[in-house]
């Protein structure tokens, strides 16, 4: 079974500050993505990094890939009241024809004007 | 507005009964996704469709089954409900059967909230 492991589950900051986010696996992925989810509504992309090592950045988001493919992070930098969400990573693995997009169960972030 | 719609919102039901709950996907996409969502277990992959024909099993109980019919929209089908059946069911599409073949996303619906009482 493929997990992956988000950290901070919960994260509370105030407007303004930096914060990052982490999402790690034991299993390969041939691609990580980072949704944002609010209530209500279902996960949004924000990104999809595919390369070992690979950085994109959006706006005041940063996410990286990690070399073996198997972790990433999420950076957001001057964090604002609108970036609230629940921030979910999601891995892609295909073997054959079974594929399947694996999601962690996310980190509920938070920002306090 | 994703373009995934998905019906009902809400349901709400009895411990034992069955529901089906509907899935059109986004113009032009041919794969179909279900997701179980609580708080406990996040969301959990519970099967996916590609051009009618199942592509992957994730953790779909037995008692849940589902479709992709010939015009492309999805039903998944819950039976002998249990009070832990409750959560939030998201539909996803997709153009292809794997994201990376187009560089695309999966789109989501805003999701059936079911509750079993």
């Known amino acids: 079974t493929q997990l992956l492991e988000q950290s901070p589950q919960f994260l509370s900051i105030q407007e303004g500050e930096n914060l990052t986010v982490y999402c790690n696996s034991s299993?390969?992925?041939?691609?990580l993505q980072w949704y944002r989810q609010e209530p209500g509504e279902g996960p949004v992309l924000l990104v999809t990094?595919?390369?070992?090592?690979e950085v994109k950045k959006l706006k005041r988001l940063t996410f990286q890939f990690g070399d073996a493919r198997k972790d990433s992070s999420l950076h957001i930098t001057a964090a604002q009241p609108g970036d609230t969400g629940l921030y979910l990573c999601?891995?892609?693995?295909?073997?054959?024809?079974?594929?399947?997009?694996?999601f962690g169960k996310g980190t509920l972030l938070t920002v306090n004007p | 507005d994703s373009g995934v719609t998905q019906t009902p919102k809400h349901l709400i039901t009895a411990t034992g009964q069955r529901v089906t709950l509907r899935c059109s996907p986004r113009?032009?996409?041919?794969?179909v996704y279900w997701y179980q969502q609580s708080l406990d277990q996040g969301l959990q992959f519970l099967i996916h469709?590609?051009?009618?024909?199942?592509?992957a099993k994730g953790n779909i109980l037995e008692r849940f089954s589902a479709q992709q019919f010939p015009d492309l929209h999805s039903e998944l089908n819950l039976s002998s409900l249990e009070l832990g059946d409750s959560a939030l069911y998201f539909c996803?599409?997709?153009?292809?059967?794997?994201?990376?073949?187009?560089?695309?996303?999966?789109?989501f619906g805003q999701g059936t909230r079911l509750t079993v009482v």
């Open positions: 996803a599409s997709s153009v292809e059967w794997a994201l990376t073949l187009t560089n695309t996303e999966a789109f």
């Open positions: 299993s390969v992925f041939s691609s």
């Open positions: 990094v595919v390369t070992g090592g």
């Open positions: 999601a891995g892609e693995s295909s073997g054959g024809s079974n594929y399947k997009l694996t």
């Open positions: 113009s032009g996409d041919l794969s």
């Open positions: 469709y590609y051009n009618g024909e199942e592509r």
